[in-house]
């Protein structure tokens, strides 16, 4: 129990395109979903926490605008890379944070997406 | 801002050695802990949970221990395997900080054969 799934695992794209991640936990409710960054070899930097129904609160430095952020169910969490630019490019992670089974109160992460601008 | 940091970036121990990863967070008000392994190209794994009424907590192979006086947290991992190799992050968690988790910098586990 407790999975989440995030799609797409890869993905390349042209600068000045826009991307969209999906994070979905598939066997419990997220109440909560969290967006993190990672660049190679640092640690993961919270980006936004996402609240089902409402807006997302993004962290101090992270352009709401850069990078959209929709959490229309309890199981699902999109962040979208706006006209994303080769300083874009880096690993993004999602987790969700359930209350329910064996969620636990605990956070799951996805996999990661790993973004690369051309 | 406060922040959990990491003693030692990079660990190699010997295959059946045990391992010790070290952690010192700064929110005194932090109160609750995870240590979660990233193997390279994936997401965190969450290995074992702390509160802060706890100075202990056991689970298979895995052992955390929680110091409040000093602000220290340790993962001890027992008979070191080749599959425990990866990242191992500590996080932090202020109940009242709405579950948002701090993360540390970070070590790298190497275990030779």
């Known amino acids: 129990g407790a999975v989440v799934s995030q799609h797409p695992s890869w993905v390349i794209c042209k600068s000045g395109t826009s991307v969209k991640i999906e994070c979905r936990s598939l066997?419990?409710?997220?109440?909560?979903m969290f967006w993190y960054r990672q660049f190679p070899k640092q640690s993961l930097m919270l980006m936004a926490t996402?609240?089902?129904?409402?807006?997302?609160?993004?962290e101090q430095g992270v352009e709401k605008d850069k990078f959209l952020i929709n959490h229309a169910s309890l199981t699902l969490s999109t962040l979208t890379v706006t006209s994303a630019h080769p300083e874009d490019s880096s690993f993004y992670i999602c987790s969700a944070f359930g209350l329910a089974g064996d969620a636990k109160n605990i956070q799951y992460f996805g996999a990661g997406t790993r973004l690369s601008v051309l | 801002g406060e922040s959990v940091g990491l003693h030692l970036p990079t660990l190699s121990v010997q295959e059946g050695d045990n391992s010790i990863i070290n952690c010192a967070y700064s929110n005194s008000a932090s109160d609750y802990f995870i240590w979660y392994k990233q193997e390279s190209g994936k997401g965190p794994q969450f290995i074992i949970d702390i509160r802060s009424n706890m100075d202990k907590r056991q689970g298979q192979r895995v052992t955390v221990l929680l110091n409040k006086t000093v602000k220290h947290l340790s993962l001890q991992i027992a008979a070191t395997q080749p599959g425990d190799s990866a990242v191992y992050f500590c996080?932090?968690?202020?109940?009242?900080?709405?579950?948002?988790?701090?993360f540390g910098a970070g070590t790298r586990l190497a275990v030779h054969p």
């Open positions: 996080a932090e968690n202020f109940s009242g900080g709405y579950n948002k988790l701090i």
């Open positions: 996402s609240n089902e129904g409402s807006k997302a609160t993004y």
């Open positions: 066997d419990f409710q997220a109440t909560t």
